[in-house]
């Protein structure tokens, strides 16, 4: 199987601009988590799809938001960025919404705002 | 609210020596741990995980961990390090019914000849 695809890969946007992600996750897999990596705040989580709705969400600014699709692909949306949304936007995917599931990780998305 | 903290924020080690990751959390609910590796320009893997069951957990690579309720630990150990194993090293919990991850800031294991 395919693992977790994410693109673009890297990114280079300037501040007040806005910005689309897109995950593809692992066939069959329903849930799409969201995350941001940065180095001074490590790993944050920014929200959960599951069959189109959301399901969880982080402490983001509602700059930040998101959709799933009826296939499950996923999309996350920045708009007016800022300089500290410069980060690794990382993308993880499971077969279900049980505690126990495993998230798959895509390689993420480097976004540089300048 | 839960919280990871990974004691060592780097961990310089020679080849074929052990090493053991340190990952604390604090939770006042039931918690699933888990340990995820992060190789260069690449994203997380998971190496285990403790669902529930024998403390002492084998994953892949031959990295083990041990949950330890009463001290709230989750340390990673691996009795003969390569060089290929020169990552950074994520642990992680999951608390009470809820599925979002709760993450510790990282060891940056260095492996050196």
């Known amino acids: 199987k395919a693992g977790v695809t994410q693109t673009p890969r890297y990114l280079i946007k300037t501040r007040g601009q806005q910005v689309t992600l897109s995950c593809s996750p692992i066939?069959?897999?329903?849930?799409v988590s969201w995350y941001q990596q940065t180095p001074g705040q490590g790993l944050q989580f920014l929200f959960e799809?599951?069959?189109?709705?959301?399901?969880n969400k982080g402490n983001f600014p509602g700059r930040f938001s998101g959709r799933q699709f009826s296939n499950s692909r996923s999309e996350m949306n920045v708009s007016t960025l800022e300089l500290g949304d410069s980060a690794l936007y990382l993308c993880a995917s499971s077969p279900g919404q049980f505690r126990t599931d495993t998230q798959y990780f895509g390689p993420g998305t480097r976004l540089t705002v300048l | 609210a839960q919280s990871v903290t990974q004691l060592d924020s780097q961990v310089p080690v020679f080849e074929e020596a052990p090493v053991e990751l340190r990952c604390n959390y604090s939770s006042s609910v039931s918690v699933y741990l888990f340990w995820y590796v992060q190789y260069p320009n690449q994203g997380l893997q998971l190496l285990l995980k403790?669902?529930?069951?024998s403390t002492l957990v084998k994953g892949i690579n031959g990295f083990e961990a041990e949950f330890n309720k009463s001290q709230t630990s989750f340390h990673l150990r691996k009795p003969s390090v390569h060089i290929s194993d020169t990552a950074e090293y994520f642990c992680?919990?999951?608390?009470?019914?809820?599925?979002?991850?709760?993450w510790g800031l990282g060891t940056s294991l260095a492996v050196n000849p």
């Open positions: 403790y669902l529930s069951g």
């Open positions: 066939s069959g897999h329903r849930s």
């Open positions: 799809y599951f069959s189109e709705t959301q399901r």
């Open positions: 992680a919990v999951s608390a009470g019914n809820n599925r979002k991850l709760i």
